[in-house]
C-alpha cells in the first residue's frame, strides 16, 4: 500500500477524499465508492499503487486522440476501479472492481520498460486513471523528465486539485463526455454532468492537449436536441478548435439490449458539428472517410489522412499546413504545431 495524497481528516479517525467529486466520508476500515482508497487508523492509502493489470503498446489514435503525436505509439497502463458504474462500460473486468491481485511495478521500473520500446508517451488508460493518482504523479514526473508525452484517458471526474497538481507534468488529457443531460450521468453512470464539464474547462484553462469523445449510445444521448445543447456548450466555453469524437456504440455489459448506432445518426451528428463550426469533429468505431481526415481550418487542405490505425500526414511540414503555413492545432512528433 502506498499513503494517498489529497484527504482530509475527520472525526472519528474517519477521513475525506479529496481525490474526486464525491469526497467520500471513509471510516477506519473502510473503503471509499471506488473500492481502492482506504482508511487505515486515520490515514488514507492508495491500495492500488503500481498494480498493473495490462501494459502494452497501442497507436494513440486507439485512444482515441488525433491531434497529440498522431502516427506514433503510446505506451498504454491501467491498473484497476472506476469512481463511475457506467452500464455500457467496455473495460468492467478492470473498472467495476475493488481489488485484483497484480504485482506492483515501481515507476522506475515502468519507465524503462517503456523506454525499451518506439512508444513516443504513455498513456494511463482502460480503468479510471484518476484513482492512480499517485502512481501517476510519480510515473509523471519521470516522463516528463525523460522527454515522454503523457495521457490520461479519463471520464473527467475528478477535483480541482487533482487535476492542478497533475498539469504540470501531463502532456493530454482525452475527457469523455457521456451525454449532455444529468439524467443520464445520474441513471447510467451513478454520478452528475456539471463535475465533468468543470474538468474540461480546468483542463482547457490549465493549457493542457484536450480531446472530447462521445459515445453515441440510440435512445440515450444521441437526439438532435442533446447533440445541439452540447454542441453550443462546446463552441461557446472551448472554442471551437478542440477535436470532439462521436463514436458508435456496440451492445455490451449490463446494456446488451440496446441497438448499436446506425451509421445514419453519426453522419447527422457530424453535419450537426460541422454546422455548429467545429473545425475537428470525427466519427469512430465504424468507417467514415470524411470523419476521420484532419483539414485544415483556414484553407481545407488535407492534413492527416486514417485508415483505421494507420495514419499518413501529407498535409504537414514541421507542424504547419503545408498549403497555407496555419499551424497545427495539437502537438506532432518533434514540436508542437
Not at 15 to 32: E, K, M, S, T, W
Not at 259 to 264: G, L
Request: charged share 20%; glycine share 8%.
Amino acid at each position: 500500500m502506498h499513503k494517498a495524497l489529497l484527504f482530509s481528516p475527520s472525526e472519528d479517525d474517519a477521513v475525506i477524499c479529496r481525490l474526486c467529486p464525491r469526497h467520500c466520508r471513509i471510516a477506519d476500515g473502510d473503503r471509499g465508492f471506488c473500492g481502492v482508497r482506504e482508511n487505515i487508523c486515520g490515514i488514507l492509502y492508495a491500495n492500488s499503487y503500481g498494480k498493473i493489470t495490462a501494459a502494452g503498446i497501442d497507436p494513440v489514435e486507439k485512444k482515441p486522440l488525433y491531434h497529440y503525436l498522431p502516427g506514433t505509439q503510446t505506451f498504454s497502463v491501467s491498473s484497476y476501479g472506476c469512481n463511475l458504474t457506467c452500464r455500457h462500460c467496455q473495460n468492467y473486468t478492470l473498472s467495476q472492481v475493488r481489488d485484483m491481485f497484480a504485482s506492483a511495478v515501481s515507476p522506475e521500473d515502468l519507465m524503462k520498460e517503456v523506454q525499451k520500446t518506439p512508444a513516443k508517451s504513455i498513456s494511463f488508460t482502460y480503468n479510471e486513471p484518476t484513482l492512480s493518482f499517485e502512481y501517476a504523479l510519480d510515473v509523471l514526473r519521470l516522463a516528463d523528465n525523460s522527454g515522454l508525452g503523457s495521457a490520461f484517458i479519463t471520464n473527467g471526474y475528478m477535483s480541482e486539485e487533482a487535476l492542478t497538481e497533475l498539469a504540470p507534468y501531463l502532456g493530454a488529457i482525452r475527457i469523455d463526455l457521456k451525454a449532455f443531460t444529468d439524467e443520464f450521468y445520474r441513471t447510467v453512470c451513478g454520478a452528475h454532468l456539471a463535475p465533468v464539464l468543470d474538468t474540461i474547462l480546468r483542463a482547457k484553462e490549465l493549457g493542457l492537449h484536450l480531446e472530447l469523445v462521445t459515445l453515441v449510445i440510440p435512445g440515450y444521448n444521441d437526439s438532435a436536441e442533446e447533440i445541439d445543447a452540447m454542441l453550443s456548450w462546446e463552441t461557446e466555453h472551448l472554442g471551437n478548435l478542440v477535436p470532439h469524437h462521436f463514436t458508435r456504440f456496440s451492445p455490451m455489459y449490463r446494456m446488451e439490449n440496446a441497438q448499436p448506432t446506425p451509421k445514419e445518426t453519426l453522419d447527422r451528428i457530424f453535419a450537426q458539428a460541422k454546422e455548429h463550426g467545429l473545425a475537428y469533429p470525427y466519427i469512430g468505431n465504424i468507417m467514415h472517410a470524411a470523419g476521420s481526415q484532419t483539414r485544415c481550418p483556414a484553407c481545407g487542405e488535407l492534413l492527416i489522412l486514417r485508415a483505421g490505425y494507420v495514419t499518413k500526414m501529407p498535409g504537414l511540414a514541421e507542424g504547419r499546413c503545408r498549403n497555407c503555413g496555419r499551424p497545427f492545432d495539437g502537438q506532432v512528433a518533434g514540436g508542437l504545431g
